[in-house]
């Protein structure tokens, strides 16, 4: 089969390899689409842990094409989303039940093989089936999605709430969309996009602002902006130092900030430890999709999170190097690649 290979940081290829072989409680899934995310760049740039060569692809969608031995509540033809992350179950942070935080923890796409290939094996425990009349594409958004869910419950967003997304990407979109779910009757949308912005309003953002225009603090939370005071949550979602920075100056006196977003490895900001004291500003970092992706995959399947506006293009594992090496195209929110014909 044909597989996208990260070989070693900075070098990608589109290689040859052995179909693989499901071990005792593995199926083998057939490959329908994988959806490009940021920490593939970053795995590709070295600003993530990863245990190269190994092939990339952490968000995928396929047909079981057959089980092995033990697995029960799945069979050959049905289409599944794999929840890509699999904790030990035995470390101490397992046993409290906070498995995203496992101290073994092997991701699927990430340090064992992936879906930027035309096959995947993945444990039972890991698949979460979905309808075969849901738009195999869709499937693709079920791990993103499972992991804005993490945030917004963590969030506590509450009935009548305000929320201040910073990011149009594919999480600030999706994010917007939950809090609405979750109660939020004011959300508004950060990102330079005018796209984005619109697209985010069509999706249920009742404003969006534009930072180019102006100071953001001053847009959102001044007596004229559009959250006067602040939010009673921020989202931090374009995982970039300025909005990581903005985040907690745009929560209202008592609110949350959650940091979604993704940075390099390493990477520092500032903050200012006697303005979060004094505002008493809680900040909470959302990390992974623990016990999320069923719900995830409940939502696409219902079609009430809208996804197809989402999707920016389509291609194929040989274009997937130069798409992941690069980045994001203006406007871009979710390339997605799909490895058959």
Do not use: W
């Amino acid at each position: 089969m044909k597989a996208l290979r990260l070989e070693a940081t900075g070098r990608l290829a589109v290689s040859r390899m052995e179909k693989p072989v499901p071990g005792p409680g593995e199926m083998l899934v057939k490959i329908e689409a994988c959806g490009i995310c940021g920490t593939d760049r970053h795995l590709f740039l070295g600003e993530f842990p990863s245990k190269p060569p190994v092939t990339l692809g952490h968000e995928f969608v396929g047909i079981i094409e057959a089980v092995s031995q033990g697995v029960t509540a799945f069979r050959p033809g049905m289409r599944v989303t794999g929840d890509p992350n699999i904790a030990c179950g035995r470390c101490p942070e397992c046993r409290r039940g906070r498995v995203n935080l496992c101290r073994n923890l092997q991701a699927i796409g990430i340090h064992r093989d992936g879906g930027f290939a035309e096959y995947v094996c993945m444990p039972e425990q890991q698949a979460f089936e979905l309808p075969q009349s849901l738009a195999p594409l869709h499937g693709a958004f079920c791990e993103p999605l499972a992991c804005c869910l993490h945030g917004v419950d963590l969030a506590k967003i509450g009935a009548g709430a305000s929320v201040a997304v910073l990011g149009g990407g594919v999480i600030g979109l999706l994010v917007v969309q939950l809090a609405r779910l979750a109660g939020a009757t004011r959300v508004v949308l950060v990102t330079r996009n005018a796209d984005k912005r619109r697209l985010a309003e069509d999706l249920g953002a009742t404003a969006t602002a534009d930072p180019s225009a102006g100071d953001v603090v001053d847009l959102v939370t001044a007596d004229h902006g559009l959250l006067p005071g602040g939010a009673d949550v921020v989202i931090e979602c374009a995982g970039v130092a300025q909005t990581m920075e903005q985040a907690p100056l745009l929560a209202r006196r008592g609110g949350t900030v959650v940091i979604l977003g993704v940075m390099p490895q390493g990477a520092r900001i500032s903050m200012q430890p006697f303005d979060l004291l004094f505002r008493e500003i809680k900040l909470v970092n959302s990390f992974l999709n623990p016990f999320t992706h069923g719900r995830a995959a409940d939502l696409i399947a219902s079609g009430v999170i809208k996804v197809e506006p989402l999707i920016s293009r389509r291609i194929g594992l040989d274009d997937a190097p130069e798409a992941i090496a690069n980045p994001a195209r203006s406007g871009e929110i979710r390339v997605i690649v799909v490895p058959g014909p």
